[in-house]
């Protein structure tokens, strides 16, 4: 018997710009963690970990801007079990309406031997005293003893009772190394849950990797077990095989709240755009199979299939797209559509853009409809995205040439404006166009930023599709990503680069190396 009326709420702690942006090829700049930041608020997650504040003074700043920015929920930052690392969380939460300070240390036989070399009496020390520093601070503190799942599970509790004793609102038990089963990592909270002395007073949370798959479903085993918050990612980024992802953990509870009888906040309507968002601006695409936002979550290929769907779409639809916010109207727009049409499917795509940047999107749309016969929805995404998550443009391209063929070398000149107005122009040999347009740009700028990565690919399909590039640059070991668009390959191979060029000189300025 379904019994919506009992379900619990269970908090969802996103931690897409904590554990997945720390991931390899995962980074993001400033304006973009603070696009995404923006979107994880409209999407009502309860808690948002904004980063790892005493990691750099990179990552101090972001968290600080995120919590000023931020007023719907929870912004947390993240320490080791350090006063000098609960001291850069709480600079970096200041402004934030509702901080959480969430602080790490091991308690398994393994790390505590290897890693931190602390027995476990030393442990149980250090964690009590930074929750009591971290309360002086913050009412909200979070302990999470890192790989609880492969610690002893009496050692858990006593960490636990005594953190709680201490102030901590919230402990979590994570299966750091993806290792857990979902029955058996059940049966772990739930004795957690009842021989936790003080469990009463705060809550339980589970933070789960994916090293065997089963991050997801070790999560909503949790949850059946009684954990009250799930820590997750969007797309399910995070370091190696990925953390829980987001998606798959809120609609699994939505579609089977008859069998969990909890639910979450989450407006699954803008899981979508939130998705796109991660995997524009990571760069990270998203596997066309994936659950819920994978491009042929909702397909219907075989005839059967669809001869069912079309009779009755449950007949082969757990859910509707359309809960999920993928957009189903598919109206098109082209060099005769008008601002009021824009703006329509600004909002059909749940693209909400700041009223500032509207006028200068349309005018890119309007120049892009000129070029292609119709505009589709993943071109508009493109430009929103590059309008909202883009740094100030220290560089702008001004003109550029490039030369290649088969016999001789290639060249290029490039000449580009600073943001004070002037302009330089500077020329280079490559061993191919792109690396020849590069190093025009790297004379241009007087930096040698090394190239981490380089993707190319289209916005859609089409003759007319427009080029897409993805570019990955490196400086003393900070990295920066940056995205260009255009109809011409070699134009968006240097838009891309100078994108990441510009959030170089961007954070550089505001984070200089200390
Ligand atoms: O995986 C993990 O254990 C973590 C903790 C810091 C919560 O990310
Ligand atoms: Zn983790």
């Given amino acids: ?22 991931s390899p090829g995962c980074s993001m700049t400033l304006p973009e963690k603070l696009e995404v930041a923006r979107r994880l608020e409209r999407l009502r997650v309860d808690v948002l970990e904004a980063g790892f504040p005493a990691s750099s003074p990179g990552d101090l700043a972001s968290v600080k801007a995120i919590a000023t920015l931020i007023k719907d929920c929870t912004v947390a930052g993240l320490c080791r079990a350090l006063e000098k690392d609960i001291d850069a969380a709480r600079e970096a939460l200041i402004g934030a309406a509702s901080p959480r300070i969430h602080i790490f240390l091991a308690t398994s036989p393994i790390h505590m031997e290897y890693k931190l070399k602390m027995s476990p009496e030393q442990v149980l020390e250090r ?8 309360t002086q601070f913050c009412t909200d503190v979070e302990f999470s003893a890192e790989d609880a799942f492969r610690s002893d599970r009496d050692l858990v509790c006593r960490v636990f009772g005594e953190v709680i004793a201490a102030g901590a609102t919230v402990v979590n038990a994570p299966d750091t190394v993806g290792y857990a089963m979902p029955e058996e990592f059940a049966d772990f909270i739930r004795y957690i849950k009842t021989h936790t002395p003080n469990m009463e007073k705060a809550r339980l949370s589970v933070h789960c990797h994916n090293d065997l798959g089963l991050a997801v479903a070790n999560s909503l085993a949790a949850i059946g077990a009684g954990a009250d918050q799930v820590e997750c990612t969007v797309n399910g980024i995070g370091e190696r095989a990925g953390n829980a992802s987001l998606e798959e953990i809120v609609m699994g509870l939505r579609v089977r709240k008859d069998h969990l009888q909890a639910e979450t906040r989450i407006d699954t309507t803008k ?19 994936k ?6 979550a909702f397909a219907h290929e075989a005839g059967v299939h669809q001869h069912g769907v079309l009779a009755n779409r449950a ?18 727009l082209g060099k005769h559509s008008g601002r009021h049409a824009f703006e329509e499917r600004l909002r059909d795509l749940e693209l909400s853009l700041h009223d500032a940047l509207v006028e200068q999107v349309f005018h890119q749309f309007k120049v892009l409809a000129d070029k292609k016969k119709v505009v589709s929805d993943r071109d508009i995404e493109a430009l929103v995205i590059e309008a909202s998550a883009s740094a100030p443009e220290t560089w702008k391209l001004d003109r550029w040439v490039v030369n290649c063929g088969s016999t001789l070398s290639s060249t290029s000149t490039i000449r580009l404006q600073h943001q004070d107005g002037a302009v330089a122009e500077q020329a280079a040999v490559g061993t191919g166009p792109i690396d ?5 740009i ?12 380089y993707e190319l690919g289209a916005v859609t399909g089409g003759e007319d599709a427009q080029g897409q590039t993805l570019v990955k640059i490196g400086l003393n070991s900070r990295h920066w990503n940056g995205r260009g668009v255009s109809t011409d390959v070699v134009e968006s191979s240097i838009k891309a680069y100078i994108a990441a060029i510009n959030a170089m000189e961007w954070e550089l300025a505001a984070t200089p190396q200390p």
């Fill in 1 to 22: 018997m379904v019994n919506h009326e009992s379900a619990r709420i269970i908090q969802v702690f996103d931690t897409t710009l904590r554990d997945g942006e720390q």
């Fill in 291 to 296: 659950a819920i936002v994978g491009d042929n």
């Fill in 315 to 332: 007949t082969y639809e757990i859910m509707t797209p359309e809960s999920v916010g993928i957009p189903q109207n598919r109206m098109v």
């Fill in 436 to 440: 020849a347009a590069f190093k025009a």
């Fill in 271 to 289: 899981i979508y755009t939130v998705s796109r968002l991660v995997s524009q601006v990571t760069g990270v695409k998203v596997q066309p199979h």
């Fill in 127 to 134: 964690a009590v005293a930074a929750v009591r520093y971290a």
């Fill in 442 to 453: 790297n004379r241009i700028i007087g930096k040698e930023p090394s190239l981490d990565a």
